[in-house]
């Protein structure tokens, strides 16, 4: 469905967006994105800093992933597979 | 003077406005007179939703076959109702799209209703899925946040 008769094709809203799922990772930063903009919509007190708060909180959300991410990654690949079998 | 102004440490609870922010996300901190609040929650809670339906289509909010995820989907507002109901008159019924028999490998399988050929599947669905409930659960947020803030207005 990711051809470019496939993307002629595509209906917004009632299908899934061609070709996104090979890179379904690249929506783990707009899910971090709004929810930070929801979260310090409420928190803030003074709105002036608004976005700059929404761009720490994304960052730190983004890494906090990745980092858990790799700690797993590390844990499955490296530290398992060095504990007896029996 | 009131029974609230005179007792300054006692805090209302601002049902209306928090019925009114469920209804129309964000739209409780207008009330309360702190209307760029309300857009800018608004526009997060809305955003999430719609890109969740943009990402995994329509059929990422399924009121019956999703039933755990639409609880969570639903504290977005009526916007969710709209979104089931779009999913069963358009993708359920095969108005838009054709529906497929759901193969059998075992003869004595129970047969099951067919599918849309638009149906969502893998990581699209999954993460069309999320981005509403998180749209919804993070409105229930900011309803409770409406439901105890104080008034900005200096009436």
Known sequence: MSSP???????PFLEPVPGLGRVWMLL???????IS????AMRVPNLDRYWRSVGVMTVQVVLGMA????MLGL???VVVPLLPAE | MSEASSNPTRRTLNIGAAVLSWVVPGS???????PRRGLLAGAGVLGLFLLGILIGGVDVVDRTEDRLWFFAQAGAGPVAWVADYANSELLKSGRVGELLEVPRGDPRAPVYPKVSSLKGVSHLNEFGTLYCAMAGLMNVVVVLDVLGRREERTA
């Not at chain 1, 903009?37 to 310090?40: L, N």
């Open chain 1, 5 to 11: 008769l496939g993307l002629l094709a595509y209906l």
């Open chain 1, 28 to 34: 783990l930063p707009p899910l971090a994105f709004g």
């Open chain 1, 37 to 40: 903009m929801i979260y310090k």
């Open chain 1, 67 to 70: 980092g858990l991410a790799l």
């Open chain 1, 75 to 77: 844990l499955v690949q």
């Open chain 2, 28 to 34: 409780g901190y207008a009330m309360l007179g702190d």
